[in-house]
């Protein structure tokens, strides 16, 4: 099972890697291309504006917006020739994947003329100011309130696991704005200046070694009135959409990573006899199955996109994606460790060291390295967590798609 393209589509392939050809480091197709870490550094840095130059960061949007306006194809195309060149096409994961999609959906005209833009330039950082310390599986119990002083919102209380806080210019923050309404009703989520007074991050380090998330609190924190989405107190149905977003997966290309590590591990299985084992053998046809069947699952969205016709709810769609792949993720990054045994541990040594995806040599704290495979199997640990875990996926699931009954609820 394939696509089919049109002539147009093909066309447009060919601009895609003709630019890519000229605008990645020299070498990079070489099949032993290697960055430096000051080098990988200088890229990452220099990237996002040589994406933007492109026009390739959310080139779907609609060009009133800075966005191409692309057809779903040509998205399509781009997505596949950024992933066979192995590519980063975007800016920042939170601007261009979450909020600046939420703010398409929900936004006020001024909302996108102000915001839009810069996550299109790469020149504004976000973070998700969603977790609490005792509200993450029951985010609409969060506390941090939110009060409005004349033309500003006063904002105060706590949030945890915010990825990549230290980083950010802003926030998009749940807040509860009605603390008599019941729990889903009294929520705002405010974009958030982070660069203020009232905001004090503190990073969490982990057992790898670095600090992607952070504590982040809010002391009197202010933004501007008109800088709430959506609508005062409907902040729930608003998180609801970000949170669809950051279930799904590029439906044609989401795949293709678990092909390469499916390589990394038929290489190494293959090179200490691993694979003459039946039960390994029989663990990696499943997570090849898997792998094809997402393939195939991908094919059947797009397919129903584009014939305008939708199988299941967004929300629905992004909890059976999400759970499917995160489940089958940490069973494979087990198998991985399993197939290479204690040399997993060891930094630089074997087949693919470097080069698990989603890894990077220059990861980790100097003094506190671990291998990249060893930093990819703890990061597989994470992914049945963040975004919503698997048991709440499947409540979704169980709740919207079977049409089970509610699970019992706490009082309000
Ligand atoms: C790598 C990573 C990055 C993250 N980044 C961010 C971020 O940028 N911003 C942000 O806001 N948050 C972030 N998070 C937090 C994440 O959203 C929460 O960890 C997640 O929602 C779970 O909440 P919790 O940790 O409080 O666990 P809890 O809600 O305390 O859950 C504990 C356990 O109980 C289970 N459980 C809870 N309720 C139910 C139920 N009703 N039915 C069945 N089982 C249940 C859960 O599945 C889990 O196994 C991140 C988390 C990770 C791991």
């Known amino acids: 099972m394939d696509l089919i393209y049109a002539p147009e589509d093909e066309a447009f392939r060919t601009e895609i890697r003709s630019w890519l050809e000229t605008n990645l480091p020299a070498g990079w197709f070489d099949p032993d291309f290697e960055m430096t870490p000051e080098d990988r550094k200088e890229f990452n840095a220099g990237w996002p504006a040589k994406l933007f130059e492109g026009g390739w960061i959310c080139a779907t949007w609609p060009k009133e917006y800075g966005g191409k306006g ?186 293709r990573r678990f092909e390469e590590e499916f390589k990394l591990m038929l290489a190494d299985a293959t090179e200490n006899g691993a694979i003459h084992e039946p039960l390994v053998r029989q663990r990696m046809m499943e997570y090849y199955t898997k792998i094809q069947l997402l393939r195939i699952n991908g094919l059947r969205s797009l397919s129903s996109t584009l014939a305008g016709t939708k199988d299941m709810g967004v929300a629905a769609l992004g909890a059976t994606n999400k759970m499917f792949w995160t489940e089958m993720h940490k069973a494979a990054m087990e198998l991985a460790l399993d197939i290479k045994g204690a040399s997993s541990m060891l930094i630089d040594t074997g087949s693919g060291a470097g080069s698990w995806p989603g890894t990077s040599r220059d990861k980790g704290r100097p003094g506190y390295p671990v291998s990249p495979m060893m930093s990819a199997f703890f990061f597989s640990r994470s992914e049945t967590i963040w975004g919503g875990t698997s048991q709440i996926q499947r409540n979704i699931v169980g709740e919207r798609v079977l049409g089970l009954p509610k699970e019992p609820q706490t009082a309000q």
């Open 70 to 255: 692309l057809t779903t194809m040509q998205g399509v195309v781009l997505s596949e020739e950024f992933a066979r060149a192995k590519a980063p096409l975007r800016a920042d994961f939170f601007g261009d994947t979450l909020v600046g999609p939420t703010i398409l959906q929900w936004g006020t005209e001024e909302q996108k003329k102000e915001f839009l833009p810069q996550i299109l330039n790469g020149t504004m950082r976000w973070c998700q100011g969603f977790s609490e310390p005792n509200s993450g599986s029951d985010l609409a119990s969060l506390k941090t309130t939110a009060v409005l002083d004349g033309d500003e919102w006063v904002i105060n209380g706590q949030k945890v696991w915010t990825t990549g806080g230290h980083h950010a210019d802003y926030c998009f923050l749940l807040t509860r704005t009605d603390p008599d309404s019941p729990k889903h009703k009294g929520i705002s989520y405010l974009l958030v200046p982070m660069h203020q007074p009232g905001v004090e991050v503190r990073g969490i380090t982990q057992p790898d070694g670095t600090a992607e998330f952070c504590e982040v609190f809010f002391d009197d924190a202010r933004c501007p009135k008109d800088n709430v989405v959506g609508g005062v107190n409907n902040g729930w149905k608003v998180a609801n959409s970000t949170l669809a977003f950051e279930r799904g997966m590029s439906a044609t290309t989401g795949y």
